[in-house]
């Protein structure tokens, strides 16, 4: 169960192996592309390329979420420390983005430290690079699925307990399984425990749009990624010139939606079976939910969390939130 004291380093860390079954991208795309609505899942985007095509997004001038989050860390991360207590345990829900976390142990100093991540060479790396700038802190890497129920491999409550969802990652969770997450993350935190998380805000139709259809085309680039690498790994025979990408809010769901159009009438080969798209017709590959303050409120409280204390940035662009979780407050 725990390993790795690499002896370079002076703040070794524990790692966790819950060995997390690994996606059957076949069998994922085959369904998903059987369907009368072609669809596929945005976890299929985080190849190594579209990893590295996430890093560019998040410093696209368009893309206001990461460096508007980071903002508000920063200028209100002592307020944000001291609701989360002094020598928390603090669990981070995807270890994807080192700079926020890093604003947030600086101002926090947690006891703890444990990164939950499904990529376990990426969770190993950045989890060690921790250890190796915050030499008094405890790291607890977790290689797991945080969107499928698990305990913390720590059953001492001696720390309060604090997870970190940041990015607005729950966007992605279509409401319900959003508060099934909740849900799951209050199991993990225990009753009084608190979840600072980020969460992305309605705002007008054409900021949304920009953010998702850069100038530069990195989101597109991004979108089109998922057929190169189905065509890499699947043997496919998507032809990426009868293809575009399509961003679009979808105000009655308020969500940001991404498609891959498919600009005629053509049959595309993956993986042995025939799929037809029509002129028009999409492949819809995301939605990225967005919510006003209150309405997020609304969901967590039906995972029985209450909010403590919400922090924006001038423009309400985004907003950080930290919540209690109460069971006994459930509906
Ligand atoms: C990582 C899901 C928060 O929805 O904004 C960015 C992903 N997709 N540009 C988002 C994404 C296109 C991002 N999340």
Redesign the pocket.
């Given at each position: 169960m725990i390993s790795s004291t690499d002896p370079t380093t002076a703040n070794p860390i524990f790692f966790h192996d819950y060995h997390p079954a690994p996606a059957d991208l076949r069998a994922e795309v085959l369904a998903g592309l059987a369907k009368p609505r072609k669809q596929l899942s945005?976890k299929l985007?985080y190849d190594a390329e579209g990893s590295k095509l996430?890093d560019a997004?998040c410093e696209l001038p368009e893309?206001y979420?990461t460096r508007t989050e980071i903002a508000i860390l920063r200028e209100h991360g002592a307020e944000m420390a001291q609701r989360l207590g002094r020598e928390a345990l603090l669990v981070e829900l995807g270890s994807?983005s080192s700079l926020k976390i890093r604003v947030l142990l600086e101002a926090l100093q947690p006891a703890v430290y444990m990164p939950v991540d499904i990529s376990r060479e990426h969770l190993q790396q950045s989890a060690q690079a921790l250890a190796a700038t915050f030499p008094k802190l405890e790291v607890h890497a977790v290689c797991a699925d945080y969107s499928a129920p698990f305990d913390l491999p720590v059953d001492d409550h001696e720390h309060p307990r604090a997870a970190f969802f940041p990015?607005?990652?729950i966007?992605?969770f279509e409401p319900d399984e959003s508060e099934q997450l909740l849900r799951r993350v209050g199991a993990i935190l225990g009753a009084e425990g608190r979840l600072l998380i980020g969460i992305?805000l309605i705002k007008d139709r054409a900021r949304l749009e920009r953010?998702?259809n850069d100038a530069a085309g990195v989101?597109a680039a991004?979108?089109m990624n998922l057929l190169s690498r189905i065509n890499r790994e699947l043997e496919g025979g998507f032809d990426p010139r009868h293809f575009r990408h399509e961003?679009l809010f979808n105000a009655a769901q308020s969500r940001?939606e991404?498609h891959l159009l498919s600009t005629c009438d053509q049959q595309v080969e993956v993986a042995g079976e025939t799929f037809a798209f029509r002129e028009g017709e999409t492949i819809h590959t995301?939605c990225?939910h967005k919510y006003s303050v209150e309405g997020f409120h609304a969901l967590a409280a039906r995972a029985g969390f209450e909010p403590e204390q919400v922090w924006t940035d001038p423009e309400q662009l985004f907003s950080v939130h930290c919540l209690i979780y109460r069971p006994s407050a459930m509906r």
């Open positions: 945005p985007f996430f997004i893309y979420p994807g990015g607005s990652s966007g992605n992305d953010a998702y989101t991004f979108n961003a940001v991404m995301e990225s």
